[in-house]
């Protein structure tokens, strides 16, 4: 029998409200409601920890972390970067008046492809700016040697990121900076907010200057910097939800195993290979639907929102076909030939913690075409 149920591509992760209550009490009681009030060093330093890095700087979301990581690194004229992400990632780059030039992804990982990096590099290129699509890590060696040999910086859009690890450990090591996303999407959520990873102090304080209009004491402003800060509300709901996370990713990662089990068989569908049990976060669970599929991509796509199934076409369309990058000569379709098949191809489906046996039961009769209504 159809049940009408939505299942969406994602459902943030809560922790039961009750535990959230004394943190609350807290902020009411000390009346610190934003400004790096306790809460935010309480979860800077937690977080840090967890992370096993040594600095990073608490932000309001994501984006406004990238933004300022262009900032802070003082990033101008071109960034080569990829047309396969949230259009936030290019979006910094022009909040920035920065050029993007896009460069084609790898066919496997679906990540930036080190290959092609070198031949979209001119004299006003002054750095890289990679995803870490779906959690999965960038050639981050390949990548960083082109960087050195071109001086060039790297900054990772790594809000896929959280608590992933490539073969030689930390993949939020490996670059200049790296800007996670906290979203409600996320597989780590505080509501919204984000951090960027820094390499040492100095560069964090002039991230926490960047992010607090360019304050250094109550009359000193060196810099022209924004509001970025995170509240104390998502700081405290942070060091919340880092005692739930473990569980959270095993939960993650069984969901992934029941769908590559009910999948793996059937004609025309290609489950993308995860970085692997140690290094991955199970963030998504993308699908390539093949030519051979009895169905398009699109059909399948609509087959599942009938049955009150939402999964999306992340990433489509390529951020290089929004008007605002389209005319850039390395947005053209010839350029971009590997991430535009895989545009055409991608569907993400539900995975989350407290996604049901059941519920994916659901979503892999649809795809294996049996009619359970
Ligand atoms: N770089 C990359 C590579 C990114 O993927 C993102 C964000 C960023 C940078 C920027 O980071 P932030 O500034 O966001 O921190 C979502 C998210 O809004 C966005 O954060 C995320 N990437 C992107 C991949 O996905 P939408 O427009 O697809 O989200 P939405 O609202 O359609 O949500 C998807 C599903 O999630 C809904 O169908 C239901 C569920 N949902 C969503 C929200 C917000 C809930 O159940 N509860 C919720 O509160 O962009």
Redesign the pocket.
Known sequence: MRSDKPI?????HLPPLEEFIPYLQKIWEKRILTNAGPFHQQFEQALCDYLGVKHLALFA????A?VTALQALRITGEVITTPY??V??AHSLLWNGIKPVFVDIRPDTFNLDPTRIEAAITPQTSAIMP?HVYGHPCDVDAIQAIADNYNLRVIY?A??AFSIQCHCGNVLTHSDLSVL??????VFNTF???TIVCPDSKTKQRIDHLKNFGFVDKVTVVAPGINGKMSEINAAFGLLQLKHIDRALSQRMDIDRIYREGLGTIKGIYCVASAGEQMANYAYFPILVESDYRFTRDELYEMLRAQNI?P?R?FYPLISDFPMYRSLPSAQRSNLPVAAQVASRILCLPIYPGLTAEEQDRVIAVIQGEDRA
């Open positions: 969406y591509v994602t459902q943030p979301n994501g984006t406004i990238l992400s949230f936030a990632t995803v859009d809000a896929h996303s906290f979203h409600a999407t996320k919204e907010s984000g939402h999306r992340y």
